[in-house]
Each structure stands twice: as structure tokens, then as C-alpha cells.
């Protein structure tokens, strides 16, 4: 009975799914390549319905939260954590960086490197100071918004939508009922497209497999075990203590998302299973207000596992290419981490995208190194799309708990008894 359960469950399908794609890319590469639609497949039809899904659930958070006094101070508090925790996954990653060095030794010269494949990520990544970054949130049309799927942007209309509909008040119920029926739909929409989870996770992880090979893992190792090792001692350590200072217990938290963090390792996208992060964290008792700023809102300004990522990545080139970097140039670094790491949100191949701008910014790494880890970028992907979920996550339950808007009863229903 407990094996047909694992069958029949999504997560396992979703791991089943991906490890006959990682036997079908390393032996067929050719065959493996060519999945790579159903990969895509899943991850457009998910980004579809991320923009309404934001706008239901955030505009019905508000519009049914009474008074908004408290909206402002919850999204002060909200922006102080995540840059709190954000600096946090830096600093742990830089730690690990400097003490593994997984670089060191390689004595790249960066004129050798083939850039032809980043010359994407380098034109995204340039020119994007913190004004554009600040005007890039205002839309040009709330349809724009909706039709390029920008999180931030749908995010800044939806909460402009609420705060007028709340000030209706009764007038506008008629409007709050309706949108409280549309999130039912869209919710029913979210439970159909993730059947087919297993085979978008399948797709991905054959196209890895089958473009880069199992032997890059093998040539560049010690960076992907050092960056996995730094996003597990980020969330047992760092996610860990905010739990239990919080009044919950981390694990029972991973157990209960074990489906969303599945779908998440197996496309290598965070992004996939945010409409089914928003729901659970309903379930477990999160008021819809928070739900519907914090979730959103951390998925460009508290991607810990992205964090973690290019402040490893950028060392790593350092010291592959052997670029002095002293204490006062990685303070530096790490200040302009904290500005880039939030400059290319919602931008395809994101992480890539901030990592060539951050290096331009310090007009001292080359640029080329960003041709060092584009190989093994995917293979690091799983681990920043795990850790944004969590960290995403315990965001949500962390700053309902502070602000008094989680209902503890059906908490203590979804992670256990005991919390």
C-alpha cells in the first residue's frame, strides 16, 4: 500500500521521471537533447498562470483584510528580512568559497576562454543600476505586466488594485466575490497542469544530462559540491534558527512541501511550483495578505539559493583565472552583490544574466569567466530552485507569525501536533 502510494504520488513520479532522464541523457545525448520541449512545455504553462494567481490571491488578501494600516509595516518588515537573510546566504557563501577554494590551481587565462556562448547573459547583465532596477517594478501597462509574466510588476498592480477595491469597501464586494471565485478556478487550472510535472522534470533533466554530460560534473566537481554544501548549511543553520525562533520546526516544514521541492529539483526552477507554494501556504494557515505579498515579492528580492550561487561563482572565476581578491575587494563585492542579485528578476537564465553583471560591476573579474561555469550552470540550478522554495517558504510563515496573521490550529494540523 505504501509503495502504490509512492507511485501514485506526484513526487514520486517527479523523481521517478527524473532519474529515467538523467539514464536517457547520459546513454542516448542526442535522444536527451531533443526532450527539452517537454521541459519548456511545463515551465509556460506554469508561468501562465502565475499572473493571475498573484492577482487573485493578492488583491483578495487585501480587499478582505479591513483597515491598511498594517500593509505598509508588513512590507517594511518583509524587505528587511529578505535583506537580512539575503547577506546572510552571501556571506555563508563567500566563507565556504575562500576556505574550499574549488578554483584554485586551474590558472585559466581568461583570452582562451570561449565567450560565444555567454554573449547573451553579458548584454542582459549590463547597464542595470538601482534606479532601473526601481523603475523596471512600474509597468508601462497592467496587460503588459500580465502578457511578459514580470512577477514584480503584476505584484506592484495587484496590491494598487487591492488597496482601491479595500477602499470601496461594500461597493466593491460584488468585485472580491468575483475574484475570490476566479482564484478557485485557477487553483483547479494549477491542479491539472502539474499531472504533468513528471514529464516537464523528465524533459529537463534529459536536455541536462544530454547537452553537458555527466563528465563536466566530474571536470568542475568541487565547485557544485562546494555550492551544494553552502545551501544546506544556509538552510539547516540560517533557515533553521529563524524556525525555531519563530515557533516551528524546519523539517516538518521541508516534509510538509516535499511535493513543491520534488517539482522544483526535477525542472531546476523555482519558479514552477510558486501557484502550489502559495496554496499550501494557505493551508498551512498563512493568511491570504501575506501569502500574496511575501511570495511574489520573494521570488526577486529573497532567492537564497540564486545568492549563494554567484557569490560562489564569482570567487570561483577569481581564482580560477587567478584575480587577486582581498578582504576589502569581497566586502565590496558582497555590497554589490546586493544590489545585482536583485537587478534581473523575471530575466531568462537569471542567475547567469546578474552573475556578468556583477562581474562588469567590479571592473576587475573578467567577464569571460562566466564561459567557466555556464557548463555546470543547470547542474546547480536544482539546489537554487530547492533553496528558494524553502527559503520562500519560511518567509511566509516567519512574517505571518511576526505580524499575528497565521492561524495556529491549521498549522499545527499541517506540519504535526508538535511544531
Not at 218 to 235: E, H, K, M, P
Request: charged share 10%.
Amino acid at each position: 500500500m505504501r509503495g502504490r502510494a509512492f507511485f501514485t504520488s506526484i513526487y514520486g513520479q517527479v523523481l521517478i521521471a527524473t532519474l529515467i532522464g538523467v539514464a536517457v541523457g547520459h546513454y542516448f545525448p542526442a535522444t536527451g537533447t531533443a526532450m527539452k520541449p517537454f521541459g519548456d512545455a511545463f515551465i509556460k504553462l506554469v508561468r501562465m498562470i502565475v499572473g493571475p494567481i498573484i492577482f487573485c490571491t493578492v488583491v483578495g488578501g487585501i480587499a478582505g483584510a479591513g483597515g491598511l494600516k498594517g500593509l505598509g509595516r508588513t512590507g517594511l518588515v518583509t524587505l528587511i528580512y529578505f535583506e537580512v537573510v539575503t547577506t546572510a546566504a552571501l556571506l555563508i557563501g563567500l566563507v565556504v568559497v575562500n576556505v574550499i577554494k574549488p578554483g584554485a590551481g586551474m590558472n585559466v587565462d581568461p583570452a582562451s576562454l570561449d565567450t560565444s556562448g555567454i554573449t547573451q547573459y553579458v548584454t542582459a547583465g549590463r547597464a542595470q543600476t538601482v534606479t532601473d532596477t526601481l523603475m523596471s517594478i512600474i509597468p508601462s501597462s497592467p496587460v503588459d505586466a500580465f502578457a511578459r509574466t514580470d512577477i514584480l510588476q503584476v505584484l506592484f498592480f495587484s496590491v494598487l488594485f487591492g488597496i482601491a477595491l479595500n477602499a470601496l469597501g461594500e461597493k466593491g464586494r460584488p468585485v472580491t466575490d468575483g475574484i475570490d471565485r476566479l482564484a478557485q478556478v485557477i487553483f483547479r487550472i494549477v491542479g491539472m497542469i502539474m499531472h504533468v510535472a513528471p514529464l516537464g522534470a523528465f524533459g529537463a533533466m534529459a536536455f541536462t544530462i544530454g547537452s553537458f554530460g555527466v563528465r563536466t560534473l566530474a571536470q568542475l566537481g568541487a565547485l557544485i559540491f562546494s555550492f551544494w554544501l553552502t545551501c544546506i548549511l544556509f538552510v539547516v543553520i540560517v533557515l533553521g534558527i529563524v524556525a525555531r525562533l519563530t515557533g516551528f520546526r524546519l523539517w516538518r516544514f521541508i516534509r510538509f512541501i516535499t511535493e513543491e521541492l520534488f517539482i522544483a529539483f526535477g525542472t531546476s526552477s523555482s519558479e514552477s511550483v510558486l501557484p502550489r507554494l502559495m496554496a499550501r501556504l494557505e493551508e498551512a494557515g498563512v493568511d491570504r495578505s501575506i501569502v500574496g505579498l511575501v511570495v511574489p515579492s520573494g521570488y526577486s528580492f529573497n532567492l537564497a539559493g540564486t545568492a549563494v550561487y554567484l557569490s560562489m561563482a564569482t570567487v570561483f572565476i577569481a581564482q580560477a583565472t587567478n584575480t587577486p581578491l582581498d578582504l576589502r575587494h569581497q566586502i565590496t563585492l558582497l555590497a554589490v552583490l546586493l544590489l545585482t542579485s536583485k537587478g534581473a528578476a523575471g530575466v531568462a537564465g537569471a542567475a547567469l544574466v546578474v552573475l556578468a553583471g556583477t562581474l562588469a560591476a567590479t571592473n576587475q573579474i573578467p567577464v569571460a569567466g562566466v564561459a567557466l561555469v555556464l557548463g555546470i550552470h543547470r547542474f546547480m540550478g536544482e539546489g537554487m530552485a530547492v533553496t528558494n522554495t524553502i527559503g520562500n517558504g519560511v518567509a511566509a510563515l516567519v512574517i505571518a507569525r511576526w505580524t499575528g496573521k497565521i492561524d495556529d490550529a491549521r498549522l499545527r494540523k499541517a506540519l504535526g501536533s508538535r511544531l
